[in-house]
Structure formats: C-alpha cells, structure tokens
T-cell receptor, first 113, second 114 residues
Framework: KAGVTQTPRYLIKTRGQQVTLSCSPI?????VSWYQQTPGQGLQFLFE???????NKGNFPGRFSGRQFSNSRSEMNVSTLELGDSALYLC????????????FGPGTRLTVL | DQQVKQNSPSLSVQEGRISILNCDYT??????FLWYKKYPAEGPTFLIS?????DKNEDGRFTVFLNKSAKHLSLHIVPSQPGDSAVYFC?????????????FGKGTHLIIQP
C-alpha cells in the first residue's frame, strides 16, 4: 500500500504571498491531519479533516486554512505568508476505524524569504 | 503550557545496550499514546502505541510502558542498534479512539554509539 504523499517537497516563497500544499492519504484512510514543525515549537497540530469536513482545529491564525476533497485528498493554504511560517508541514492520515495512529507523509519544507 | 514533555533533549547509548526514552504528560484526559521516530527531512514514522487501559505494549525490540498514576510513559529499545539513531517523539490523544489532533513532545535525540 502506498504511503502518504505530499507535494511539493520543497517550496520557497516571499512574505505576503500565499501557498497551497497538497496531501494524498493512504488508500482507504479518510481522516487527514496537518501539522507544522519548527525548531522552537516542535510539532504542532493545525487541523484535521474527515469526509470533507474540518473536525478539529489547532491554535493557528485564520491565515491557515485547508480543505478535503471527496477522494480524501487534502490541501492546506497559507495566505499572507510571514517569515515565521517557514517550517516543515506534515500531513498524516488515519483510518476511521477506531485508533489514533496517524501515518505521516515526508512533509513539505516551506521557506519564506 | 506544554501538555506532553520529553525532558531529555538528547540521549547517548552504546550499541547493544538498552535505550530508555521518557515522556511525561499533564492532561489526564489523554487516553492513547504513541511513539514516533524521525530522521531529518522526513516525516515521523510510527513505532508503537498504547491505550490507557494497558500498562505495557511490546513489539519486537520496542516496549512502551505506561504509568497512569504518575502520568509517565517510557519507550525501551533492546538491544539498541545504530539505525535507531534518530529523534523520538512521544504523542498523546484525548479523543477516545477516534482520529484527532495529536499533542507531541519536543522530542529526544537518541544517539547510538558503536
């Protein structure tokens, strides 16, 4: 079974721009979560989507948004980029059948200049 | 307030010996705990998990112990191998079994010395 895939793997943007990241979950997984990893804050939960609906949201500003499509693929969007948004963005998928085990993709490294 | 704490940023262990990584949590609502291993520039890889109804779970060289009264869990790796050198993250969930956001510790960098 193919794992979680994320595109692109690397991205360089400038302040004020916006960016869209993509995630394809493991086949059959309907829940997709997004995390931000920075050296100072570690791994922090952004939001989680299930059946095209946002079910949970972490403590991030409204500039961070996402969506999920009917095939469970998900996108994350960050508008008006700030230098502090430079991070590794990780997507994880999980099966809806009862456990919290989330399987992560390789991440997208976003650099904001 | 950090709800999941890994107080050792790094740990050095000789190859073949036991590695013990520790994790403390403050939220008594957490009911599912996981350990992930991460190499630089890669996503975390799931290692092992434990539900709050158990106090031990074993998978090959990896064993996780949970002490609910102390709000403490640990990951034991026996014997330690060079490929175990990575950053290990402890994570916790309070969703009672459904998919939810995980709360992560800041990680412990395990270095296996030959």
């Amino acid at each position: 079974k193919a794992g979680v895939t994320q595109t692109p793997r690397y991205l360089i943007k400038t302040r004020g721009q916006q960016v869209t990241l993509s995630c394809s979950p493991i086949s059959g997984h309907r829940s997709v979560s997004w995390y931000q990893q920075t050296p100072g804050q570690g791994l922090q939960f952004l939001f989680e989507y299930f059946s095209e609906t946002q079910r949970n949201k972490g403590n991030f500003p409204g500039r961070f948004s996402g969506r999920q499509f009917s095939n469970s693929r998900s996108e994350m969007n960050v508008s008006t980029l700030e230098l502090g948004d430079s991070a590794l963005y990780l997507c994880a998928s999980s099966s809806p059948r009862g456990t919290d085990t989330q399987y992560f993709g390789p991440g997208t490294r976003l650099t904001v200049l | 307030d950090q709800q999941v704490k890994q107080n050792s940023p790094s740990l050095s262990v000789q190859e073949g010996r036991i590695s013990i990584l520790n994790c403390d949590y403050t939220n008594s609502m957490f009911d599912y705990f996981l350990w992930y291993k991460k190499y630089p520039a890669e996503g975390p890889t799931f290692l092992i998990s434990i539900s709050s109804i158990k106090d031990k779970n074993e998978d090959g060289r990896f064993t996780v112990f949970l002490n609910k009264s102390a709000k403490h869990l640990s990951l034991h790796i026996v014997p330690s191998q060079p490929g175990d050198s990575a950053v290990y993250f402890c994570a916790a969930s309070d969703s009672g079994g459904g998919a939810d956001g995980l709360t992560f510790g800041k990680g412990t960098h395990l270095i296996i010395q030959p």
